[in-house]
């Protein structure tokens, strides 16, 4: 924070640590949470501008992950209390501070995943916040649409009869004293839940029972011959041996259970009916077929569908492997790339398996497999890209090693892609893949933070944890090694090694100076600035417009009620919702569900855009540059103005120029005495304290804020000198560069100052002598004193 935290602050902090953890005052607990969050505050911005809006986003994803780790009762439970806390019918004074508590809890928010496994007593509060749920049979469920069969009475299956002997009887109960297939409303008790037994017995009742049961023969309806070829297959085998060889029984199951099982292990790989794990890999099994094909037909068959499998098995270990700690953040932006393209990947596979399920057309494995030929088809080359561009064993290298062979791997293959397909995929990859380094740069640039745990980024504050104003500034902030081969091979990473650099250490400086209103935060962040110019760039190269999102409008849904109103259909029908009158009376009947726009994905956006192939060139580069160009390019700017107003920036070059390189020969008093001294026998030409003070004297009335940091030093020898060359040598000016103006002006600077003194000090002294020179016959001697008009010319 700019200002140090008020003691309201600091009181109001206590009272919410001890709210929500209920330890005291003064414990080792309440203690360092109290440190961890004064710590936060002060890395924090000032104030928050915040809306409902984004507040709601934020809680909606914390949530989503929630679900996605298989907590749903706490994600229920955090929408619950956020709609709770956050009503739409608060005024602004009272909105505002539960809109900054809200984001203030997000932001101390740590792996709360994590603690739901340690502490799960903590939460059992969740589960007394429910007063009802509805309990849904997934028995019938899974049932629903499959028909009744038996297995063929053969001692081999004996066990296997048994038990479906058992689940037919259990389904042809009465139907009313079933009571499998409705929905149960019940008042759940608060208990412990036996994971492993709840497992075990979802197992054993699964479809029924085939789909764990070791074997079973399911007749077709029909008697024709193309019917039942694997059924009489198996018998003809069995007369020609005449039970002399001992053959391993055949499970015939019918091909709708085998679409299914396809279809299942597409979400996991697992041992079935149709498929086994042998060891990591899924085969299918050898003694398993459908009635219309023999068993080693059906067999090879089944191999057409396990490169799909193996495909998405492959990027759920990916994504595992990215959940361990310093793992490159560039590579999880890519994971979700990935993860967003695959998504519709899988709300096709469920549009498939609803398909097959309602059995409202004839669905064959066939059609089954030239479908997932066609849905796996971007899957297909996801992975062939994903072969290209991840490191290998990327858990052994360095973060920064992985995020800049992805980045400089993924824009050189922009120009090679083979179709539409695959060049739309790429793009997609390398914009989504880019949103770590933007938003570092969009920190940086915008909060003035360049923090960056993974070590991936291409620059490096050295002095991150100093608190006092650097004197070498310019040196703090620098290039990591070993990024000079992605520099050379990448205009984009060359972008970020320069223009990020100069831009950052500008802006930086200029907070330094007390300039913190340099920028302020846009409506856009540089990632999606990026973004959505290069979808721009393309519309207007493929002459298109840029497609919206439309907004979603709420919707009335029909309520169940305590009577049955399913007969007369969707209410909107009997109700003219313009009339305010008659929405009022059956306002019972409808619930008004409040649905916002989805985003649509970007790989969708880039896919209605491009019609073929285009040349990217120097497109990403070009976009880049003219984004940091529009947005910072008034900070050089700003430093310049501001160093020359307020520090003299073009004084102190002056300054320079008069006493290191002679420039009007300001100082010529002073050289001047210096080589009268010299040739003075016994003389104090060397005084240091004389020559600095005579310096001084000259330029103190025209430089009055730079001189006293002028000196002369003289080597400690020089009373041993007997050579006027080699004095000259011996004398060398000193002078020190304030701060901020040793940025611009370094010791490196200063160091080539000195060197040119010194040769134009020898010049200098060179004419001195030779406008002193007179000659005797052949004898060459010093004249004691020269007309005016002589030294006039030693003086030009």
């Known amino acids: 924070m700019a200002n140090p935290i ?9 009272e919410l640590i001890e709210k929500i953890t209920h330890y005291e005052v003064g414990t080792n607990e309440f203690n360092s949470l109290q440190k961890c969050v004064i710590t936060t505050l002060k890395k924090s911005d000032t104030m928050y501008f915040l809306n409902t809006k984004d507040i709601k986003r934020a809680v909606w994803s914390m949530a989503e992950k929630f679900m996605f780790h298989g907590f749903f009762k706490h994600a229920d439970y955090l929408k619950h209390i956020h709609d709770k806390y956050i009503d739409k019918n608060l005024s602004d004074s009272d909105l505002t501070p539960r809109l900054n508590v809200v984001k203030f809890l997000l932001c101390m928010s740590e792996h709360p995943t994590t603690y739901f496994w340690k502490d799960p007593d903590k939460f059992e509060f969740i589960k007394k916040c429910e007063q009802e749920e509805t309990v849904v049979d997934w028995g019938a469920y899974l049932n629903e649409g499959i028909e009744r069969w038996s297995p063929v009475k053969d001692d081999s299956y004996q066990e296997s009869s048994e038990s479906s002997d058992e689940a037919d009887a259990c389904n042809s109960l009465p139907d009313g004293d079933s009571t499998t297939r409705t929905v149960i409303t019940e008042t759940r008790k608060v208990e412990v839940y036996d994971f492993r037994a709840s497992r075990a017995e979802l197992v054993d009742t699964v ?4 789909f764990n049961g070791e074997g079973g023969c399911m007749e077709p309806p029909s008697e024709w011959f193309d019917a039942n070829v694997g059924i009489l297959w198996e018998q003809h085998l069995r007369r020609l041996t005449g039970d002399l060889i001992q053959m391993a029984p055949i499970t015939v199951i019918s091909e709708y259970k085998v679409m299914r099982e396809v279809l299942w292990q597409l979400w996991g790989p697992h041992d079935s009916t149709i498929f086994q794990l042998s060891g990591d890999e899924l085969v299918p099994k050898t003694n398993v077929t459908i009635s219309s094909v023999c068993s080693m037909t059906f067999e090879q068959f089944l191999k057409v569908f396990v490169p799909y499998i193996k495909i998405l098995e492959d990027f759920r270990h990916f994504y595992r492997a990215l959940e361990e700690p310093s793992v490159s953040e560039t590579y999880k932006s890519y994971a ?11 709300a096709d596979l469920v549009e498939v398996e609803s398909q097959i399920r309602e059995q409202n057309s004839t669905m064959t494995l066939l059609k089954l497999a030239a479908q997932l030929e066609q849905i796996f088809a971007p899957v297909g080359i996801l992975k062939k890209i994903h072969q290209e561009v991840i490191v290998n064993n990327f858990r052994g290298s360095t973060p920064l090693n992985c995020a800049l062979s992805l980045l400089t791997r993924l824009r050189g293959s922009l120009q090679f892609s083979l179709n539409k397909m695959e060049q739309d995929i790429r793009l997609t990859l390398y914009l989504e893949s880019l949103y770590y380094y933007l938003t570092m740069v969009n920190a940086w640039l915008v909060k003035n933070e360049l923090i960056n745990y993974t070590d991936e980024f291409v620059i490096i504050n050295k002095n991150e944890k100093s608190s006092q104003l650097p004197q070498n500034y310019e040196m703090n902030f620098v290039l990591r090694d070993g990024i000079d081969e992605y520099y050379e091979k990448d205009c984009v990473v060359k972008i970020f090694c320069d223009q990020v650099l100069q831009i950052g250490r500008n802006i930086h400086l200029l907070r330094l100076l007390g300039k913190f209103d340099v920028f302020t935060k846009g409506s856009e962040t540089i990632h999606q600035e990026f973004t959505r110019r290069i979808l721009e760039e393309l519309a207007n190269y493929y002459n298109c417009e840029l497609p919206e999102t439309a907004p979603l409008t709420p919707k009335l849904q029909q309520v169940k009620s305590s009577f049955d109103i399913n007969q007369m259909g969707d209410w909107t029908d009997f109700v003219d919702l313009s009339d305010g009158f008659l929405t009022k009376a059956f306002d019972d009947f409808y619930l008004e569900k409040d649905e916002t726009a989805q985003e649509t994905p970007l790989y969708n956006k880039v896919g209605n855009i491009t019609t073929d192939l285009f040349a990217m060139q120097e497109l990403p580069e070009k976009v880049l540059g003219q984004i940091l160009k529009d947005r910072f390019t008034i900070s050089g700017l700003m430093v310049k103005n501001l160093l020359i107003e307020n520090y003299s920036l073009d004084k102190q070059f002056e300054f320079l120029n008069h006493i290191f390189l002679f420039w009007d020969d300001l100082i010529f008093p002073f050289y001047c005495r210096f080589f009268e001294k010299m040739y003075v026998p016994n003389s104090n030409w ?13 330029i103190m009335d025209l430089y009055p804020n730079f001189y006293e940091d002028c000196t002369v030093q003289v080597k400690d020898h020089w009373k041993q000198c007997r050579d006027s060359l080699e004095a000259c040598s011996l004398v060398s000016l000193q002078y020190k560069i304030r701060w901020p103006l040793n940025i ?8 080539v100052y000195k060197e040119l003194f010194q040769f134009i000090l020898t010049v200098k002294w060179a004419l001195y002598t030779i406008n002193h020179l007179s000659f005797t016959g052949s004898v060459m001697m010093f004249q004691s004193r020269r007309s005016d008009r002589d030294w006039s010319l030693t003086k030009r």
């Open 6 to 14: 008020s003691d309201e602050i600091l009181t109001g902090v206590r």
């Open 744 to 751: 611009v002006i370094t010791e490196e600077h200063i160091a």
């Open 207 to 210: 479809q029924n029972g085939w």
């Open 336 to 346: 979700s790339a990935v993860q967003k393209i695959t998504r519709r990947v899988f």
């Open 686 to 698: 060397g005084n240091s304290v004389w020559l600095t003070s005579h310096l001084q004297d000259i």
